[in-house]
């Protein structure tokens, strides 16, 4: 939590101290619950993982499933109805703003349902990323945009539905690897 901490420190220009965000960020409380939800959920506590979550998400605006797997770092950014499904991947150093839906496109699909989101990417207000694609390292996905195909990586989408915007960038991050 620490650690989260002072990323969002660093990310936030709002963020004018440590102790502020440790008492008053939403997101991070969310993903402190969701942690101990999480341990919950992989000792097959699922009754007390599943009240844990619900109770995170009446304090915070935020429904993450305890099955998804979050990284280090991630940045809630005001979060309110912010929605993270039961097979999300969330890569560490991730940033997501409000409104974020990371789901499923069908009911009663086996296996991965939902989003992969590498590394370092951003995810704007009110983005739907639905299905099981990746969204990839350094990626953005603008406000509002909903995607339901892949992003590669250091590469932008925007729109709905989302569309590419700057594969010239893209290529050039490419090639450099």
Same mark, same amino acid.
């Given at each position: 939590?620490?650690?989260?901490?002072?990323?969002?420190?660093?990310? %936030?220009?709002?963020?004018? =101290?440590?102790?502020?965000?440790?008492?008053?960020?939403?997101?991070?409380?969310?993903?402190?619950?969701?942690?101990?939800?999480?341990?919950?959920?992989?000792?097959h506590? /699922?009754?007390? *993982?599943?009240? &844990?979550?619900?109770?995170?998400?009446?304090? !915070?605006? &935020? @429904? &993450? +499933?305890?099955?998804?797997?979050?990284?280090?770092?991630?940045?809630? %950014?005001?979060?309110?109805?912010?929605? &993270?499904?039961?097979t *999300?991947? #969330?890569? %560490? %150093?991730? !940033? @997501?703003l409000?409104?974020? !839906?990371?789901?499923?496109?069908?009911?009663?699909?086996?296996?991965?349902r +939902?989003?992969?989101?590498?590394a370092?990417?951003?995810?704007?207000? =009110?983005?739907? #990323? @639905?299905?099981?694609? /990746?969204?990839?390292?350094? /990626?953005?996905?603008?406000?509002?945009?909903?995607?339901?195909?892949?992003?590669?990586?250091?590469?932008?989408?925007?729109?709905?539905?989302?569309?590419?915007?700057?594969?010239?960038?893209?290529?050039? +991050?490419?090639?450099?690897?």
């Amino acid at each position: 939590m620490w650690q989260t901490a002072r990323a969002i420190l660093k990310r %936030d220009p709002a963020a004018t =101290n440590l102790r502020t965000v440790l008492l008053t960020y939403p997101g991070l409380h969310a993903l402190a619950w969701h942690r101990l939800a999480h341990y919950c959920e992989r000792h097959h506590w /699922s009754l007390l *993982a599943a009240l &844990i979550s619900q109770h995170a998400a009446h304090r !915070t605006g &935020i @429904l &993450i +499933h305890p099955a998804a797997q979050i990284g280090q770092r991630v940045f809630i %950014d005001h979060g309110i109805g912010t929605v &993270i499904g039961a097979t *999300a991947v #969330i890569e %560490d %150093d991730v !940033t @997501l703003l409000h409104g974020v !839906t990371l789901g499923a496109r069908q009911a009663g699909q086996t296996g991965q349902r +939902h989003p992969h989101i590498g590394a370092g990417a951003f995810i704007g207000a =009110n983005a739907q #990323i @639905l299905g099981p694609i /990746s969204i990839g390292v350094h /990626s953005k996905v603008g406000a509002g945009a909903i995607v339901l195909t892949n992003v590669p990586a250091y590469a932008t989408a925007v729109g709905n539905p989302a569309r590419i915007i700057n594969a010239q960038l893209h290529a050039y +991050h490419q090639a450099v690897q």
